[in-house]
């Protein structure tokens, strides 16, 4: 015997909307995502929003960046879509000489993305002709307009060079620290047991790194002096995330 099945239209139109459409909740996580994905930051520096910015205004946004990072509200960005826009050219702002250290993550602190700075990074943020160079490159060549010398708080580099210590090619590495040591005039404890030696030293450091571009490239020198350039300093908080700029 041949079966036969009532076909209410209306049902089944209702039936199929509920198969083919997803749940309320689905929906809602779907629209989320993609509101999410065109928030993201895509674009990458030009070079002529590069150009028509000065130095003050790139410390400037350097400030507001680590204001941003402090509060844990960094810049949400789209990485493969910056990676994909960089691949044919760059045009940093800034170059930025670092610590090693891995817990000064320099982009992070100043909220920048791909492209938007040069980032130099050694043990104890000095500076050495490999160094300079590159500085020379990130500014005359690529068109950079700002150096920042950044250094950190319990930076173990300055800490060794307090101790004047003695190991392989560290010793060579900590000799271009030790000038910053022996310019700190302190009547207590100069050792690297005292804090507050440690933070003078700190900032003496980044302040002889500073003289030392200057002495030893004319090239930044001669930018610098044209207003073509700022090369400044400033050291990072390790316990806030604050940079205080010199």
Known sequence: MTKKFLI?????????TACNNPKPS????????????K??????????????LTPDEIIQTFK??????????????????????????QFPKAVVLSCLD?????????????????????AGNFVNEDLLGSMEFGCKVAGAKVILVLGHEHCGAVKS???DVKLGNITAMLSKIRPAVEKVTYEGDRTSGNPEFVHQVCESNVKNTIEQIRQNSPILKEMEDNGQIKIIGA???MDTGKVTFL
Do not use: C, M
């Open 102 to 122: 891995s817990r000064v993550p320099v982009e992070d602190v100043f909220d920048r993305g791909i492209g938007d700075i040069f980032v130099g990074r050694v």
């Open 8 to 16: 209410i239209p209306g049902l089944a139109l209702a039936f199929l």
């Open 26 to 37: 689905e929906t809602s996580a779907n629209e989320s995502a993609v509101n999410q994905a």
């Open 39 to 52: 928030a993201l930051v895509q674009e990458v520096l030009t070079k002529e929003q590069r150009d028509a």
């Open 161 to 163: 060079a307090i101790d």
């Open 235 to 237: 050291v990072y908080d």
């Open 64 to 89: 507001e960046g680590n204001e941003r990072f402090v509060n844990n509200d960094l810049t949400a960005r789209d990485h493969s879509a910056q990676v994909r826009k960089s691949a044919t050219g």
